[in-house]
């Protein structure tokens, strides 16, 4: 552990104690996050990936909404929304809407299982440094829970001339967003490296 | 020693991507000896990316909000929705929370991103010493709330690819929510580009 920190949003540098098991400790100056919480173990972000991954495939295989009017019905899932962008020709809003919804969480998740899994067992997995600058790369882009209240929208202007049947995709959905949420706190960057330095020991 | 100990005056760099202390080298292209990222002591040509990114935004902010962003097309009429008339659909329909969501999302969060990356990016050019602690909240709040303006995007794809039912209507993503879309990743990759750090490098005056 480095003897001193210093504040990534002004600069001052405070003296490094142990992090917090909850929460963070914050800058003595701009009040940013300094230290954030180091009490998840290595399991718990392996589950918890694992599990948004099960989920991320249930809700593109099953569909999220089925919209019923005058006897023809029609249902997406997911990739649903990237799709119908890109059917109508709007390929970079169809690649912008497929990044956000399908690509992030999925690279967010499998760069994860890639560092963590080997760790578990004490080993490093090859290029862990590389997958660690991607996952940061892409985490700010993963925006599953707009997405969720952005179907909501959608859902709330058609119900008013159709008849909505929500799928079992819309629940995988509102799980999986809560899923990343809570692998996104328990795996900041510092606590990633943590757990590689812990297993180096 | 007088003024705050800084990592600039004790020649400390901190790597953004795994936060590691790292001693300041002389050679211009140094990584972070953890995770190999590039270190820089500040984000290289933060002010002059970030204003340009901005202008981007800004001046796509209006055709998002002028052009319709998308296109009900029925039997009977053909009915163009920018943002505002959506909002405004959804408050005659009754669900005015979903109205407001999408309202603050769409219009006010933009514009408030657009306007507070302006204050910021003048005040860090100019290095006022004037209201630090708050201008620093207001751009982690600019980081916060960024990427919710896409959630008028995602409604109205998920609409195109459902209302495609030939004998009753179908719905036409227009060129507005193309305009959208830019000016949420233009306003995020303004805010990734600026280095909140300019902030505080002046010397305060108290």
């Not at chain 1, 690509?103 to 004490?122: K, S």
């Not at chain 2, 984000?43 to 002028?66: D, E, F, Q």
Request: hydrophobic residues 50%; proline residues 5%.
């Amino acid at each position: 552990m480095s003897p001193l920190v210093v504040c990534p949003a002004c600069d001052l540098v405070h003296r490094n104690t142990a992090a917090p098991a909850r929460g963070a400790t914050l800058c003595a100056r701009c009040r940013a996050p300094l230290q954030r919480a180091s009490g998840a173990h290595i399991d718990t972000a392996i589950a918890l990936a694992a599990c948004a991954l099960v989920l991320l495939l249930l809700s593109n295989a099953y569909p999220l909404v089925e919209m019923q009017v005058n006897g023809n019905s029609r249902d997406t899932t997911l990739i649903g929304a990237a799709l119908g962008l890109y059917a109508q020709s709007y390929y970079s809003l169809a690649a912008l809407v497929f990044l956000t919804t399908v690509v992030a969480p999925l690279l967010q998740i499998a760069a994860l299982l890639y560092v963590l899994i080997p760790l578990r067992r004490g080993r490093r997995a090859a290029g862990q440094e590389a997958v660690f600058r991607l996952l940061m790369k892409v985490r700010p882009w993963s925006f599953m829970e707009v997405f969720m209240l952005g179907a909501l929208a959608a859902l709330v202007r058609l119900s008013n001339f159709a008849h909505i049947v929500t799928g079992v995709s819309l629940w995988a959905c509102v799980l999986l967003m809560l899923c990343l949420s809570e692998l996104t706190t328990v795996s900041s960057p510092e606590q990633i490296w943590r757990w590689i330095e812990r297993s180096r020991a | 020693m007088s003024g705050p100990v800084t990592g600039r005056s004790l020649g400390l760099l901190l790597c953004l991507q795994c936060r590691a202390t790292v001693r300041a080298a002389n050679t211009p292209h140094s990584r972070c000896p953890r995770c190999r990222a590039p270190l820089h002591e500040r984000k290289p040509y933060s002010l002059l990316l970030t204003t340009l990114l901005l202008i981007g935004a800004a001046v796509l902010y209006v055709p998002a909000n002028v052009l319709p962003v998308m296109d009900t097309r029925t039997f009977v009429d053909d009915e163009y929705d920018t943002i505002m008339s959506g909002v405004l659909v959804l408050l005659q329909s009754g669900s005015w929370p979903i109205a407001v969501l999408v309202f603050v999302a769409s219009i006010v969060v933009p514009l408030l991103k657009i306007l507070a990356l302006g204050v910021l990016l003048y005040t860090a050019w100019r290095g006022s010493p004037l209201g630090r602690l708050q201008r620093s909240g207001l751009f982690r709040m600019v980081e916060f709330i960024g990427r919710w303006s896409m959630l008028d995007v995602y409604a109205i794809s998920l609409l195109a690819t459902l209302v495609q039912v030939q004998s009753f209507a179908s719905i036409i993503v227009g060129w507005g929510a193309w305009a959208f879309g830019a000016v949420v990743v233009l306003t995020m990759l303004a805010a990734r580009t600026f280095d909140e750090r300019l902030l505080w490098d002046s010397p305060s005056h108290d």
